[in-house]
């Protein structure tokens, strides 16, 4: 959780290691939230993985991992863990996840001096399954912005609700980054930045998105609704009691408008981000403007959307072509 100072703190997490071990497990951890500047929920994840794997090498070599442990550890080490979370039936996804987060301990223990181990470079990462994002089709995104704020307990609640779901599809923001926002970053067209919205998102890094017209008008709607005070250095989306919006809120919301509007299960907070993209790229967008605007630090990510935008281009082609079904 966050400090008196709203700094990121490391999450109390056992680490069965001996004492220099988990020494450098602390200061790994001030690493990522200082320096790399990960998210309280990255840190809590990350902590979580290192802690299963150190977990594993206690009973792999029958007690508590030291750094001469660490440097001794072979390639069948680490692949007798990955073995491990194979039979645990874990997702491969998230072993990938948990292997690069051991890589990048082991690169902190060799950056201190304190460990040196070339073994885990040598560990090929699982292979993952390929996945494609699912967005809504855009007359289910107008939908659920015209329709979610029926399920708020009050009128401000409902124009804030429609506000932020209005914020992820046409802005294409993340729930967190949503959120995370502060009454003072709208925009007020006092330095030249009139409808555009400075965004930080992964690591620290800011990019400015442009807020449509029809997403000004709901936050302008919403605030001037808000029975809270929102103080400038403030939340801009607030809870009942004015502490800042849950994400837990916004998902329970949309849970219940999947049922009403019979949307699929994918219908989550991040499927309007995904069809923000998706619907950008179908209107003539391309895909470095696209990646800008979604913040991806890689133009691979991006590409997803185009074999999401082939693949509904050929559904429509089968449900319409009259020899399409011979």
Known sequence: MAGPAGLIEAPRVDFPAAVPVVEAVRR???????????????????????????????????????????????AADFRSWLAGRVNQGLAARSTARALAVVRGFFRHLDREGLAHNPAVAAVRTPRQPRTLPRPLSVDQATATIETIGEFATAPWMARRDTALVALLYGAGLRIGEALGLNRRDLPTGDDGNDGVLVITGKGGKQRMVPLLAFVRAAIANYVAECPH????????????????????????????????????????????????????????????????????ASLSTTQRYTEVDAERLLESYDAAHPRARG
């Open 28 to 74: 790994w951890q001030h690493w990522l939230a200082v320096e790399r500047r990960v998210s309280q929920h990255t840190l809590d994840a990350y902590s979580r993985d290192l802690s299963a794997f150190l977990g594993f090498l206690a009973d792999h070599l029958g007690g508590q991992p030291g750094l001469d442990e660490l440097s001794a550890l072979r």
């Open 229 to 296: 005070t929102l103080e400038p250095h403030g939340p801009l989306f607030v809870g009942a009691r004015g502490g800042r919006l849950n994400p837990s809120v916004v998902q329970k919301q949309l849970r219940r408008l999947r049922g009403v509007l019979g949307l699929p299960e994918s219908a989550t907070p991040h499927a309007l981000r995904h069809s923000f993209a998706t619907h950008l790229l179908a209107g003539g967008g391309d895909l470095r403007t696209i990646q800008e605007l979604l913040g991806h």
